[in-house]
């Protein structure tokens, strides 16, 4: 796939790129050393550099999109940080920090909770257990909210009653899509222009006919794009950045107008995560 990005001038009929702004961690510590989700094997080895290879592409690639991209300093000891979207929700300002289910990622909710104050937040700190924006995305004027494995129910009334927005519950019922941002793909948020990609099976059945009801044109990746976390992906509303190996996936893109970037993060695969999961955006 190509990483090539289009001309403003040239891009795709009816898609609009909007400018984000978004906050990154650069994996200077990754490695995989325990196991809390099926992706992670600690006796295979990982290849830091090559990790860092890899996430300084995508940092590129949102740098030439015009992206407003912020950095967090890694702490040793807490590989997983380069997941920067687990960190926060942040929206109108607030960043709603992350209380994390497993005791090894938990110093991290902490460590982003101070990065957002230092940088101007008003800072919510979290009375349930959520994951950020892995298990909270904004779609129009709702959000949706993943539960199952990682964040819990209560963390969605909390986000309901904190930002004053409709909250849109999602079960997750397979191990290997533990967060929303794995099985769901925003590729345009803007209110009236609601579009999204996702995986049906990773929802129960209740969530299934939601996501139905309320996007009835959504794209419906496959099962090999969804296992490369090929739904793992960015959008600015017309470039949509997503793993390399996910060609159905990019078939589809193209063929709704959008212009897919293909990027290779396969060793951040072996943590778990991908292109999303490396990008929280900070909404003001």
Known sequence: MS?????????PTGRVATTRTVLMCRPEHFTVSYRINPWMHPHVPTDTALAVRQW???????RDLGFEVHLVDPIPGLPDMVYAANGGFVLDNIAY??????AERQPEGPAYMEWFRANGFDVAEP?????????????????????GFRSAGDSHGEVARLFGREVLTLTLVDPAFYHL???????????????IAYLPKAFDAASRAALEARFPDA?????????????????DGANVVIASRATGFERQLRERGYNPIGVDLS??????????CCTLELRR
Not at 127 to 147: C, M, P
Not at 219 to 235: K, M, P, Q, T
């Open 3 to 11: 990483s090539i990005l289009l001309e403003p001038s040239s891009a």
């Open 56 to 62: 300084e592409e995508l940092y590129r690639i949102y």
């Open 97 to 102: 920090g992350a209380s994390f289910q497993y």
């Open 127 to 147: 009375a349930n257990v959520n994951e950020g924006e892995g298990d909270f995305l904004l779609v129009g004027d709702v959000i949706l909210a993943g539960t």
């Open 181 to 195: 941002d794995t099985a769901i793909a925003v590729l345009d948020p803007t209110p009236g222009a609601e579009d």
């Open 219 to 235: 794209i419906l990746v496959s099962d090999e794009d969804a296992a490369v976390l090929g739904l793992n992906s960015f959008s």
């Open 267 to 276: 060793e951040l695969l072996l943590g778990g995560g991908g292109v999303k």
